[in-house]
């Protein structure tokens, strides 16, 4: 039996993950002299109700190694015969190292730990993919490759509302957030293959005209969400526009970005994850 792990930046729902078996390792979120974990003790309705307040703004942490050991052991007690750990974008977060580290040192099973070279449910979709393939009695060397294929037709992209969260985080240059933010761009970002792209528009209308250029040039769809932070109805009303895109049969998934992306993207972050038809 091989069974999943991932990281709490995956944005699976948790009816999917309890279903498939998934085990959920939470990053940290810092808010002043408070720690919670992501999706445990702060939920993202309350964080994203918040979050204009927080002073001083939140910051994120990876777990540690001893947070995946212990993650690995239990399933290991469990029963499992070999873990696959899939994670965000090593790009994007040092979450994988500690994986990584956890993986060498525990030699109880096998441990193969995957960079799934998204974010979100970029990562999310794939997360979902290995574990079906894990309940079909695949192998890993079949699961990984079956990744593999489908990572370079996997892609989030989105528009965000405001750098400044992003420049209160350190993850961007101080001087682009106060240049961008005095001429009103409008920032897209990108992702495919862990290479994260940043785009530019003047006005919020070209911003919603270039995720619609994405949308188009990457259909049709095997998988499709919509993903945002903080704006539901915004969401829901891009959703009627597209939703002629969303594969039949599938269940439509309009998701939260969780507080652990949240806090590095700011409220009104909306856009795409997908994986392209083959």
């Not at 525990?106 to 974010?119: A, E, G, H, Y």
């Amino acid at each position: 039996m091989i069974r999943i792990v991932t990281d709490s930046t995956c944005d699976l729902p948790e009816v999917l993950t309890k279903q498939l078996a998934i085990t959920v390792v939470p990053l940290h979120i810092n808010q002043g002299d408070h720690t919670y974990l992501d999706g445990i003790n702060l939920s993202r309705e309350e964080f994203y109700r918040q979050l204009p307040g927080y002073q001083p703004s939140p910051s994120t942490a990876t777990p540690g190694p001893d947070a995946f050991t212990k993650v690995y052991e239990q399933l290991a007690n469990e029963g499992a015969q070999a873990i696959l750990s899939i994670h965000i974008s090593e790009t994007l977060s040092a979450t994988i190292n500690a994986a990584r580290i956890a993986a060498e040192q525990f030699t109880r099973i096998p441990v193969t730990v995957l960079d799934s070279s998204q974010l979100s449910l970029g990562t999310g979709f794939l997360v979902e993919k290995a574990a079906v393939l894990a309940q079909l009695g695949k192998k890993i060397e079949e699961i990984v490759s079956s990744l593999q294929g489908a990572m370079k037709r996997t892609y989030v992209f989105a528009s965000i509302k405001t750098l400044e969260y992003l420049r209160r985080s350190g993850r961007m240059n101080f001087a682009i957030a106060k240049f961008g933010d005095l001429l009103q761009l409008k920032p897209l970002l990108h992702m495919n293959m862990g290479k994260a792209t940043a785009h530019r528009t003047r006005t919020q209308k070209r911003a919603t005209a270039r995720l619609m250029e994405w949308l188009n040039e990457y259909a049709p769809y095997e998988k499709l969400a919509i993903v945002h932070a903080g704006v539901q109805e915004e969401a829901q009303a891009l959703y009627e526009q597209v939703r002629s895109f969303f594969p039949q049969n599938e269940e439509i998934m309009i998701v939260q970005i969780t507080p652990a992306l949240g806090a590095h993207l700011g409220i009104g972050a909306l856009g795409f994850a997908c994986i392209s038809k083959e």
